[in-house]
């Protein structure tokens, strides 16, 4: 019986000293799944301010999370974009979404995709959405609708300016061009999108 009672403390011992291990285990897994969430709500409405243009609510969002983490790679990314359509300074959003990219971030630009045959400026049947230049690839995610993708950098055929408006470019997939406005309406943004393209697909 004397024997019974000491593998029966042992075992309780045994249970309380594992539980004690693994509790803070589970409250860190548990917190870093609510840090995961509030990240991506916070990305969220940062873009849709963006969306928006209230480009100066977006900063003083963003600078808020980089002053607590300067190299919050989704912020830099987002802060270069918010910084590109409020002062259409295409060269510093050439060094901002390079340092983002360092970071681990990427570029995104807001533009609106062509359904139909380009043969003018004018668009009749359109969607909009994010363009993300990322690491390993390109993605466009369609705020609305099904139209959109995500490739490998090697599929990518071609990711050129349109011959008919130097204010438009195609990506080319899939022997299929896939065409693409602006937000900005310049003819500085495809170059600043394809300059960033082939920086990336470098590195």
């Known amino acids: 019986m004397f024997r019974t009672s000491c593998r029966s403390r042992l075992s ?3 249970v309380i000293a594992i539980s004690s291990l693994l509790l803070p285990l589970r409250a860190e897994v548990h917190s870093q799944g ?9 990305n969220a409405a940062v873009l849709d301010l963006i969306y928006r243009q209230k480009y100066d609510d977006a ?4 600078e808020e999370i980089l002053e607590k983490d300067p190299r919050n790679a989704e912020a830099l990314t987002y802060m270069a974009t918010a910084n590109l359509y409020r002062n259409l300074n295409f060269t510093a ?9 360092k970071a681990g971030g990427c570029a995104t630009f807001f533009v609106t995709h062509s359904h139909e045959k380009f043969t003018t400026d004018y668009v009749a049947d359109y969607c909009r959405g994010w363009l993300h230049l990322r690491k390993d690839g390109i993605e466009f995610v369609p705020t609305e609708g099904s139209h959109g ?3 490998k950098y090697k599929d990518v055929e071609e990711l050129k300016i349109n011959k008919l408006s130097k204010r438009a470019f195609h990506i ?3 022997n299929k061009s ?5 937000r900005s309406n310049t003819e500085f943004e495809p170059l600043l999108i394809i300059a960033l393209h082939k920086s990336f697909t470098q590195n």
């Open 93 to 101: 959003a050439l060094d901002d979404f390079q340092n983002a990219f």
């Open 149 to 151: 993708f995500k490739l």
């Open 34 to 42: 609510e840090t995961a969430s509030q990240s991506a709500t916070t």
């Open 12 to 14: 309780a011992l045994i």
């Open 172 to 174: 080319k997939f899939d």
């Open 59 to 62: 900063i003083t969002r963003l």
């Open 178 to 182: 896939q065409n693409f406005h602006t």
